[in-house]
């Protein structure tokens, strides 16, 4: 039995109609009638072809990984395949190949930068915002002592209690002793065209989480080198994010379609 057939009888026997399927997945129903009807030909590509056949299973309460046992996306030859944002990210460095001069081809790592310098910026605002907020505290507090003790003590200080105050002054507030040592990591761009990029991952953490603010409707599919598919839906706009854990991962595959609806 193929796998549309497969499909077919369990969305019947749970009295689903492809219009169902197409609310629950958000796959076009023409697509649903050509996998159903083993025609994969007409789907837009390889890549679609596994994904949408993974989100019809899970959409029936099938197990997409025996749905798709026996298929071999190879064997599906279209005209032109609709470009996929392919990213994959790297913690081992890779000699960087040659690639083409052009504009066009320099876009994604412009982006790539752009992105990081508006990290960078924001991180350091806050960081100043940080620091004022620190000192104005500071400055409050020993405005306060040096009322207290005006109003406690209408003498002069001994000397042991003006030694005690010179330690006081002297001793570092533990705010200013704050661990600047924190875990963070950078991105930097070892390849890219339109649809293709790989970026390697920079840090000194051992463990990593991936998270996602979700802007417009979009598919994404993330997988680890190992073999492990963490997610694979599509998602709606403002979708939460929940961290997923990728530590054990050498490499991360991203494949998502409509780049531009998601923020990594």
């Known amino acids: 039995m193929g796998i549309g057939e497969i499909l077919r009888e369990a969305r019947e026997a749970r009295n689903l109609t492809l219009d169902d399927i197409q609310e629950i997945t958000k796959i076009q129903k023409r697509y649903l009638v050509a996998i159903e009807q083993n025609d994969f030909h007409a789907l837009p590509g390889r890549f679609y072809a596994r994904a949408f056949i993974k989100e019809y299973a899970q959409a029936i309460g099938l197990d997409p990984a025996e749905v798709l046992q026996g298929f071999d996306e190879e064997q599906i ?12 990210l790297e913690r081992s460095r890779r000699t960087r190949e040659g690639r083409s001069s052009s504009l066009f081809s320099m876009l994604p790592s412009i982006i790539v930068i ?3 310098i508006g990290i960078i910026f924001v991180a350091w605002t806050l960081y100043q915002q940080t620091l004022s907020t620190s000192d104005t505290e500071i400055e409050d507090q020993q405005e306060n002592d040096e009322i207290i003790r005006s109003v406690d003590d209408g003498n002069e200080p001994s000397e042991e209690e003006q030694d005690a105050n010179d330690e006081d002054e002297e001793s570092p507030d533990p705010s200013e002793e704050e661990d600047t040592g924190e875990e963070t990591g950078s991105f930097s761009v070892v390849d890219g065209n339109s649809a293709v990029s790989e970026l390697d991952f920079n840090h000194n953490s051992e463990h990593i989480e991936i998270t996602f603010d979700v802007h417009e409707q979009v598919y994404i599919d993330i997988e680890g080198a190992s073999g492990t598919t963490y997610l694979a839906a599509t998602l709606d706009s403002n979708a939460e994010s929940e961290a997923i854990d990728v ?3 050498e490499r991360v595959y991203f494949n998502i379609g409509y780049a531009t609806g998601l923020t990594v």
Do not use: A, G, P
Request: charged residues 35%; without cysteine; hydrophobic residues 20%.
């Open 77 to 88: 030859q279209t005209n032109e395949e609709e470009t996929v944002q392919y990213t994959r």
């Open 114 to 116: 752009i992105l990081v």
């Open 247 to 249: 530590s054990e991962e």
